[in-house]
């Protein structure tokens, strides 16, 4: 039997006498019957065996060093190393929101805990609710209404499963403690919008670098998931994860009333600066190979700029702007919901409109919410009706209280699935918000022109 383990190999060797001897009679044979062509053949021949045989002595080399380095080092187990990813069986992909849905990440109110009272929430909550955040800012959401939004979003999951979607939930953490960086310190804040902080563009997972302090380390309770769609083929990106160092805020941003938010988002200013990139998912929205975005209190054009790169040349991230005095997430505002068909808020108008309207795109203007003034929503608008999950084009999950917007689908063809969210709202969003769609059945395809 011929033994491989000698090193270097020796030509010719027992076994590599015959094979050799083989070699050189076919060359001649072809040699002297093809003429020069056939010596040509030969050459060619004998340089392929060269490199053959160089390349067989460079993999043996590192084949060695490899086996040494590892013989020095403890074996690794399994939950230390990625499987071999199955291609065919990537359960990431998603282009758009209105393909069929497969597979969705649902976000959790477990635990969740009111973000402290820094610039940044400032900026980005109404002058209504400051005294609550101004008294629980690092502590718990009350427990009676947190517990009332954990059985709504259970509920929810059931509905999703019953619709036949797969669905993922995040891990639960306490986010009451505190941490700290050579920036800044704070608490945590929950796991509950995945839509804020994943965004799917095929089969990659971009993880947002976030804009809150309390919102730093909200990737941990997803990274069991992400680890485990990435062991079965995903891509898997964290776009960079910002210091958010004092200068990454307009310490004085000069709020006082809805009328001071509208003139400084009209004139382009916004508690963030562009000290370094940062951004939410939930700020930009997909339609294949067209994606829009828009500049807002936790988006920055540093952050977007970051995004056209990694995704261009394959998709053209598109900035557009509203006419908004609270920017901060897009879908609440605008909600693209099937191809070339739009909700646009008809409170706070798109600037580019035409645009859209140029490409031949439906544009619809959803009606006035009819959630009470009354209902605490300590980090949202009464938008949140708009704020919807389409399970395919003639499926929408909608909130059972919102008659007028389920009304309104079944006008487009589009069969409400409802369900009641009101508690969950009040944590800062809807359906779409809730949710992180993982798996649509669809093709890269462009919509608008």
């Not at 083929?233 to 200068?247: R, V």
């Not at 009209?266 to 370094?276: I, N, R």
């Not at 505002?333 to 140029?358: A, H, Y």
Request: aromatic content about 12%.
């Amino acid at each position: 039997m011929c033994s491989n383990k000698t090193f270097p190999p020796r030509f010719p060797n027992s076994c590599g006498n015959w094979q050799w001897a083989s070699w050189r009679r076919m060359l001649r044979v072809r040699c002297l019957r093809g003429g020069s062509r056939g010596a040509e053949a030969a050459h060619l021949i004998g340089a392929m065996l060269g490199r053959a045989l160089t390349g067989w002595v460079h993999k043996a080399f590192q084949s060695s060093a490899s086996s040494a380095a590892a013989a020095a080092q403890p074996a690794l187990t399994d939950d230390d190393s990625a499987n071999e990813p199955d291609r065919q069986k990537c359960p990431v992909c998603s282009y758009n929101e209105w393909d069929s849905l497969e597979e969705v990440i649902v976000g959790r109110a477990e635990n969740a805990s009111v973000p402290p009272f820094t610039v940044e929430v400032k900026a980005n909550t109404y002058e209504k609710y400051w005294p609550f955040y101004q008294k629980y800012g690092g502590q718990p959401f009350p427990q009676e209404h947190v517990e009332k939004a954990v059985a709504e979003i259970e509920e929810m999951c059931n509905i999703l499963r019953q619709e036949g979607v797969t669905v993922r939930r995040p891990e639960p953490i306490d986010w009451s403690f505190q941490y700290r960086t050579p920036d800044f310190a704070s608490t945590g804040m929950y796991a509950a919008m995945p839509r804020d902080i994943l965004l799917v563009v095929g089969n990659e997972i971009i993880e947002a670098p976030m804009a809150w302090r309390a919102r730093f380390f909200e990737y941990r309770a997803y990274r069991p998931l992400i680890k485990e769609y990435f062991q079965k083929g995903a891509k898997w990106t964290t776009a960079p994860k910002p210091t958010m160092a004092d200068e990454l805020y307009d310490q004085d941003y000069p709020i006082r009333t809805v009328e001071d938010r509208h003139k400084l988002a009209a004139l382009g200013k916004f508690v963030t600066t562009e000290f370094e990139p940062c951004f939410d998912a939930a700020d930009f929205i997909r339609a294949g190979r067209d994606i829009f975005v828009q500049r807002s209190q936790v988006t920055n054009y540093m952050g977007i700029e970051w995004m056209r790169r990694h995704l261009a040349p394959a998709y053209k991230v598109h900035v557009i702007s509203f006419k908004d005095p609270n920017p901060m997430h897009i879908d609440a505002t605008f909600n693209i919901i099937g191809p070339g068909l739009v909700l646009s808020n008809p409170d706070r108008p798109c600037r580019q409109i035409e645009m859209f309207e140029k490409a031949g795109w439906t544009v619809v203007k959803p009606p006035t919410p009819l959630i009470p003034d009354d209902h605490p929503l300590w980090m949202s608008s009464k938008w949140l009706s708009m704020n919807v999950l389409m399970l395919d084009e003639k499926r929408v999950m909608v909130d059972a209280n919102e008659t007028s917007i389920q009304k309104m689908f079944e006008r487009l063809g589009i069969k409400p699935i409802k369900v009641n969210i009101r508690h969950a709202n009040s944590l800062g969003g809807g359906f779409h918000c809730w949710t992180t769609d993982v798996r649509r059945r669809g093709t890269l395809q462009s919509y608008f022109n």
